[in-house]
């Protein structure tokens, strides 16, 4: 007995440790806190959606401020259904090419519960789709601020699907795609600074030229009707944010840390530059101004936010701040009418943000990004001009050819007297005040 006793422990070990081995060989890829961390950034950036609702809200007239809302709140639905029907493919399925994506995952079909390891090796792929979802909602959200005021619900839904499609989808594949050709050339945009707020505000810009000003625009005082919604918004939005950008590493670690802390101190010098700046500039420090300074900010640290340190993203926000503040006021002298800055903080914030990129990437952040020009590397300043002013470009050009296809099919721009009326009423036949 003594025997079979000397002899069964080690052979009990021996299967033990063979038993290991084999739950080690299958052991399953997805990492639950990763999956945990990409599913609460995605409701942190769904919920910037509607965060940014209420900022554009509080800007415009109390007439025109459910129809603003709604404009963003109706696109969670809509590019939701959208993105799972052929946007998520055209962005980011196989079998395409360097300008979009292939078919292959139309429907969502073959995007399951395992990991895609061309994108992400520790989460879902689904978990992965859910959250660049998000992204793909808010972008044409940020463009509806240009013609806030004077558009017609139906047209605005029909350019919104068609822009998705044409515009966020391709932009996406150039610059995040598995064989995008933005991508391949080493273009660095961490969390959208070129395929969110480029091409939306670039989008925007060409949006406010063709629709036109608003009645009385340069002669009347068009006020904000709510600045307490539009801080709050711009609050729900810097909440938001580190889900956009922290959450972009796509794992719960040292890079998302590092992505967290940059996008703080950026919005933070942001707006303090933003605030100082109307200080001198206008005798009084406006609370809209440090909200607006705030959002530069973040729209600026965005591509660069897994690719830079604190001291680099505090340079990064205040720069932002001085450069969409005069972009903002040469809007006025120049004519147009971006109605609430879509392209004054998110073109020209989103152009600056990926131009420094260039200037302040460190591989010592992240080893899988590239030096800028201050730390030995000046090619890679070349490589996001031209990413910039390829995206540009492109969302202009398309922009305008859908605007003015969509033109006579649905129609743009409310009739002057429905404008004057206010579009709560006219286009949905509701209020947002009970006077």
Request: hydrophobic share 50%; proline share 4%.
């Amino acid at each position: 007995m003594r025997r079979f006793w000397m002899l069964g422990v080690p052979i009990l070990a021996l299967c033990l440790a063979a038993g290991t081995a084999g739950a080690q060989g299958t052991a399953d890829p997805v990492s639950p806190g990763d999956t945990a961390f990409v599913l609460i950034s995605a409701a942190l950036v769904m919920l910037m959606t509607p965060g940014l609702a209420l900022f554009y809200g509080g800007m415009v007239r109390s007439k025109n401020v459910m129809s603003t809302i709604m404009q963003s709140f109706i696109l969670i639905g809509v590019v939701s259904i959208q993105w799972a029907l052929w946007g998520y493919s055209l962005a980011f399925g196989p079998g395409g090419g360097g300008f979009i994506g292939g078919l292959a995952w139309v429907g969502l079909r073959g995007v399951g519960l395992d990991p895609n390891p061309d994108y992400a090796a520790t989460i879902p792929h689904q978990a992965f789709m859910i959250y660049q979802a998000m992204f793909a909602v808010i972008t044409p959200a940020l463009i509806t601020g240009a013609f806030a005021e004077r558009i017609k619900f139906g047209g605005f839904l029909l350019f919104m699907v068609c822009w998705s499609t044409l515009v966020y989808d391709v932009v996406a594949h150039w610059v995040w795609g598995n064989g995008g050709w933005l991508r391949q050339m080493g273009a660095l945009d961490f969390a959208g600074g070129t395929v969110v707020h480029i091409s939306s505000g670039v989008s925007a810009l060409a949006c406010a030229l063709l629709i036109g000003r608003r009645r009385g625009y340069g002669r009347d005082q068009i006020l904000p009707h709510n600045l307490t919604m539009t801080v709050l918004g711009a609050g729900i939005l810097w909440f938001g944010w580190f889900g956009f950008n922290a959450g972009s590493a796509l794992s719960s670690g040292r890079l998302a840390t590092s992505a967290f802390v940059v996008t703080h101190t950026a919005a933070a010098a942001a707006a303090l530059v933003w605030m100082i700046v109307d200080w001198l500039h206008k005798g009084k420090p406006t609370v809209l101004g440090a909200a607006s300074g705030a959002v530069a900010g973040l729209v600026a640290i965005t591509p660069a936010s897994g690719f830079v340190g604190p001291m680099s993203s505090i340079a990064i926000g205040a720069g932002a701040s001085l450069i969409c503040y005069l972009a903002v006021e040469i809007k006025t002298k120049a004519g147009y009418d971006d109605s609430l800055d879509a392209f004054g903080v998110h073109g020209v914030g989103g152009t600056w943000g990926a131009l420094a990129t260039g200037l302040f990437a460190s591989k010592l952040v992240n080893e899988a990004g590239n030096n800028g020009l201050f730390f030995g590397n000046p090619s890679q300043l070349g490589i996001q001009a031209l990413g910039v002013l390829a995206t540009a470009v492109y969302s202009f050009v398309v922009t305008f050819i859908l605007f003015k296809i969509i033109q006579p099919i649905a129609g743009m721009r409310v009739e002057p007297e429905d404008e004057i009326t206010g579009l709560d009423l006219t286009q949905h036949g509701e209020r947002g005040y009970n006077e």
